[in-house]
């Protein structure tokens, strides 16, 4: 493991595509955010121990794999698993794959459900990094954001994960919602900050078909501000930089030895396993996806069947369009290579390196306006298969 290198260094980004990672979604909530379309369960928690029975019996299923430097439990809502649901989990991943000695063993809470007790019982089982849904330090934002806890209570999360002896904290910052100010965000980030967490992430509030959010934007609710957006997200480079923190991804700051492992792995084009329903696996250089709804899930592994479908098969131009766009994200960028030339060598590609968007520095393609990584992708997107 390479922990000991700067958060965006290239030698990090790339030494990533060996590590060994596993994902296990966790669907349970106690309600739907508005802005939400993740896979999840509202109140089906008495579901919990049936759907830790599956996820042990896929992970007793999967193939041979090297021990795992990350695990990654995202959600969902994790923290909503008993401390000793969630070790039995790990017990499996343990067994088999098995860890290596200095794994990094993630998992996402809210902040109500961090209570001291529980946050050092899972200390305890084996997890060493909590990713926090903190959002705002804005209490009328969280209304607005549909969440149930308060600013107060993400500072008592956080200050039980450190009692707890928990060697990173994450906080999770959503910014633009509808009513929010730069100023009233300019607050959120200056107390995150005076937590001193380890990783920030920061995404923009998105407006995703088929929430509530989307319903009421469609209806005429206010949508964020892309301007106001883009305001806020050089106001979290700006302040999180002076901090000391290293942004490694568009929406990702670490100190030094605190980036997320797993996430490393996805955007260095790694293989990974994954467990649980919607999860999403890159094995055998094959893409797959588990059923989506916990009931169907639930149903095929407890029939002894693999939940896993749409197997996706990436070969030749598009495993290396994938490389590309995967590495776009992160600060290091990516070594050019076949795809990389293609894009900067195309007359959008040459658009976006004159406008300062990208740029080539030595073999590496890097995206210098993070701001506009998606318009870069889209480039990569559009080029002509190069395989004929």
Do not use: K
Request: hydrophobic share 45%; with cysteine; aromatic share 6%.
């Amino acid at each position: 493991m390479t922990a000991a290198l700067a958060p965006d260094s290239a030698a990090l980004a790339d030494a990533a595509h060996a590590w060994s990672t596993a994902y296990v979604h966790v669907p349970f909530c106690a309600r739907v955010c508005p802005y939400c379309d993740f896979a999840v369960s509202v109140g089906s928690d008495h579901l919990a121990g049936r759907f830790v029975d599956a996820v042990v019996a896929e992970i007793e299923a999967a193939p041979a794999w090297p021990a795992l430097d990350a695990v990654y439990l995202g959600g969902g809502t994790p923290s909503r698993l008993s401390a000793e649901q969630a070790a039995r989990i790990l017990r499996a991943l343990r067994s088999r794959p098995g860890l290596a000695a200095d794994a990094q063993v993630s998992l996402e809470a809210n902040p109500e459900d961090w209570i001291p007790a529980h946050s050092a019982a899972l200390r305890s089982a084996g997890f060493n990094r909590v990713s926090l849904g903190a959002q705002s330090f804005d209490d009328d934002v969280l209304r607005r954001l549909g969440r149930v806890h308060s600013a107060e209570d993400t500072r008592r999360a956080v200050a039980a994960s450190r009692i707890a002896g928990y060697a990173s904290v994450n906080l999770d910052l959503i910014f633009g919602t509808a009513g929010e100010t730069l100023e009233s965000w300019r607050a959120t980030l200056e107390e995150a900050l005076l937590l001193q967490p380890d990783h920030v992430s920061c995404y923009a509030l998105t407006v995703e078909l088929g929430t509530r959010l989307g319903r009421e934007v469609a209806a005429g609710a206010a949508a964020p501000d892309p301007d106001l957006q883009a305001d806020m997200y050089e106001l979290a480079v700006e302040l999180l930089g002076a901090a000391g923190m290293v942004r490694y991804e568009v929406s990702n700051w670490a100190r030094p030895g605190h980036e997320c492992r797993y996430n490393l792995a996805v955007w260095a084009g790694a293989e990974y396993l994954a467990f649980g329903p919607a999860a999403h696996r890159h094995v055998g250089g094959i893409r797959s996806r588990n059923l989506r709804r916990l009931s169907d899930y639930l149903e095929e592994v407890e029939a002894g069947r693999s939940p896993a479908r749409g197997d996706e098969h990436l070969d030749g131009w598009g495993a290396e369009v994938e490389r590309v766009f995967l590495g776009l994200r992160r600060t290091a960028g990516v070594e050019a290579g076949r795809a990389g030339l293609a894009l900067a060598g195309s007359a959008e590609g040459r658009r976006l390196l004159d406008a300062g968007v990208l740029a080539v520095e030595g073999e590496r393609l890097v995206v210098r306006r993070p701001l506009l990584t998606d318009a870069a992708e889209r480039a990569l997107l559009s080029l002509p298969p190069a395989d004929r």
